[in-house]
């Protein structure tokens, strides 16, 4: 089934930016709703073939984001199959070339040391060029800078930057994100979102109803 226009770019004229969900179909690739992906150089329709990298099905691992992500132009998601395994004395992938090399292709995935899913929280902004590596999970909230390279794991609600990313700061203090996480505002129906956007943008957790 055809997906509507209005489906896949959240403003009218604007074809720079797209719903993901709407325009990703790898069965490894799940995007939550109203997470939106912005790219002025490439169609942002193609996102998996120039965003989400050496995402190979042999691997079977997954790229998960969350709902209400926005993703800046440029950012790139970088799975397991682009590593080269440390097990070995050379870092060639011999068993990628297993035809030049008379090599069992069962042993393909040798080549590389499966360093796991990506995995997005809700409410993530990540930068403009941004670099998320294999195996990182980003919690609720978090902000990644731009060209940020992202190694490890980042907390909720944490502001990172550089390479390899480092924390900058919390966005707010432990209570409050606490409160956030128990709230789980990307979860609420779209009129209880409709009728708290205020206070949301405000801020105001005190006014939350």
């Known amino acids: 089934m055809k997906i509507s226009e209005s489906k896949i770019y959240p403003r009218t004229g604007d074809k720079q930016t797209v719903y993901l969900k709407n325009v990703v179909h790898g069965e490894n690739v799940h995007i939550g709703e109203y997470t939106i992906y912005n790219d002025f150089v490439h169609n942002p329709i193609d996102f998996e073939k120039n965003n989400v990298l050496y995402h190979y099905p042999i691997n079977h691992d997954k790229l998960e984001i969350g709902k209400f992500c926005s993703i800046a132009c440029g950012a790139k998601f970088l799975f397991t199959s682009g590593n080269h395994t440390m097990k070995s004395l050379s870092t060639y992938t011999f068993p990628i ?19 796991g899913d990506i995995v997005i929280g809700n409410d993530v902004w990540i930068g403009y060029e941004a670099v998320i590596m294999a195996g990182v999970h980003i919690g609720d909230g978090a902000i990644i800078g731009t060209r940020a390279v992202v190694t490890k794991d980042v ?15 919390k966005r707010f203090d432990q209570k409050t994100v606490d409160e956030l996480l128990d709230m789980k505002w990307w979860d609420w129906d779209r009129q209880k979102i409709q009728e708290n956007i205020q206070s949301i943008q405000q801020g105001r957790l005190d006014k939350i109803r």
């Open 97 to 115: 070339f297993f035809e030049e090399w008379d090599l069992d292709v069962k042993d393909i995935t040798s080549a590389w040391d499966n360093k």
């Open 155 to 169: 907390p909720p609600y944490t502001i990172v930057g550089g390479v390899p990313a480092k924390e900058i700061k």
